[in-house]
C-alpha cells in the first residue's frame, strides 16, 4: 500500500469510501453487514487506514454499519470521517444534535477527520451564516479533542469555493472534491486543485472513477488505453492519473463488493503515474465522451446579449452538459438549477429564437433548453 503524509500522520493512499457498501436485495438502506464486515477485515489486513462516511450514505445506516465494522479493530489502527449534513438546509441549526448522535452511530470517541458536507450553490448562504454556530462549534470540538482534523466536500463551483474558503479558509484543513481524468477539464477540477493550492489546503479526491462511468467504457475507448497499458483496466487507469497529481493526498473509493475492493488494493500497491503520451491518449477519450450528446457551448456570450429574457445560458447550456454526460443520476446539474429563481431557469426560454441566430456554434438554444426543462421536470 502506498502512504502519504499528512501532518505527521501517514494515510494510506486508498481511502475506503461507504456511500456504496454491499446491500441486501438493491436496497440501498440495508447494507450487508457480513459482506461488509469482510471487506473492512481485509482493507484493514492490506493497509488500508482511512474510513470515509456520512450521515446520510444508505439512508443513514452507513455510519451504523461502518462504525460496527470497525470496532473489532484497536482505534489507533484507523483513521475515521464522517461529515456534517449542511446539504440538507433543514439540519443547518442541528450541528450539536447531528454531531452528538453521529458519535453515538459509530462508536467512537472522536473523529480524526470532519467535514463540512457539500458545500455548493445551494447552501453556500447558510454555510456563512454565522447565526446556525455550524463553525463556532465544530473548532470547539475540535479544541477538545473530539474532531483531529476539520476539512470541508464541495461539489459547488469554484466561485462558490472561493467564497467558503475567503471565509472559513484559515480553519480548513483539506478539501475533498470530486476529481477524474473526465472532470478535470469538464468540471474544471485542474482549476479547483489550481485554487486549494494557493490556500495551502491538500485535495481528498471523491469519485475517482465517476460513480463507475469511467470503468464502464466503450471498446474503443479501452482499445486506446489497452493499447498504451495492456496490464492496466480502465479502473486503473483513473487511479493512475490521480497518482500524477501531487496535490492529491487522499483517494476515496466506494467499493460495492469485495473483488472491487481486492482490484484497487492491488493497484495501489504501487505508484505508476501516467506519461505524457498517456494523458494525451486520455484526454482524447474525455474529449470525445464529453462531446457525445452535448451542445459545443464554448461560453461567449453573444447568445446573452440578445436574450429577452435575461437568461445565463452558457451556465444553463453547461449544466445541460454535465446532465447529458452523466445521465438520470445527476443530481449537481439539478442542484444548481434548483438554486435559481423561477425567471432564471430553463423553463423560462420563451423560444423567441433570438440566441440562437446569433450563436457561432449553431447550437439549437431554445430546443436545448426546452428538453432541459423537460428532463428536470420544471
Known sequence: MIYRDFKGLKLSALGLGAMRLPVIDGDDAQIDETATQQMVDYAMEQGINYYDTAWGYHNGNSELALGRALAKHPRESFYLATKFPGYDLAN???????????????????????????????????YLNPAHGIMDYLLAQKEAGRIRHLGFSAHGAIPVMERFLEAYGEHMEFCQIQLNWLDWEFQD?????????????????ME??????????????????????????????????????????????????????????ATFAEDKP?????????????????????????????????????????????????????????????????????????????????????????????????????????
Open 92 to 126: 443547518m441549526d442541528k450541528v450539536e444534535e447531528i454531531f452528538e448522535r453521529q458519535l453515538e452511530k459509530t462508536g467512537v470517541d472522536y473523529f480524526d477527520f470532519y467535514l463540512i458536507h457539500n458545500v455548493c450553490e445551494m447552501n453556500i448562504d447558510e
Open 189 to 205: 477540477a485542474k482549476g479547483k486543485v489550481v485554487l486549494l493550492k494557493k490556500w495551502n489546503l491538500p485535495v481528498w479526491v
Open 208 to 265: 475517482p472513477v465517476r460513480g463507475g462511468k469511467l470503468a464502464n467504457l466503450s471498446d474503443d475507448a479501452v482499445a486506446k488505453l489497452t493499447a498504451a497499458r495492456p496490464d492496466e483496466t480502465p479502473v486503473a487507469w483513473a487511479f493512475r492519473f490521480i497518482q500524477g497529481i501531487p496535490e492529491v493526498v487522499m483517494t476515496l473509493s466506494g467499493m460495492s463488493n469485495f473483488e472491487q475492493l481486492k482490484e484497487n488494493i
Open 274 to 378: 501516467l506519461s505524457e503520451a498517456e494523458l494525451a491518449t486520455l484526454k482524447e477519450v474525455a474529449d470525445a465522451m464529453a462531446a457525445e450528446g452535448t451542445v459545443p457551448c464554448t461560453a461567449c456570450h453573444y447568445c446573452t446579449s440578445h436574450c429577452p429574457m435575461g437568461l445565463d445560458i452558457p451556465q444553463l447550456l453547461a449544466m445541460y452538459n454535465q446532465y447529458k454526460l452523466t445521465g438520470k443520476g445527476d443530481f449537481i446539474s439539478s442542484m444548481m438549477i434548483s438554486t435559481l429563481p423561477d425567471d432564471k431557469k430553463p423553463s423560462a426560454c420563451i423560444g423567441c429564437g433570438s440566441c440562437a441566430a446569433v450563436c457561432p456554434q449553431q447550437i439549437d438554444i431554445p430546443g436545448t433548453l426546452a428538453e432541459f426543462a423537460e428532463a428536470l421536470g420544471l
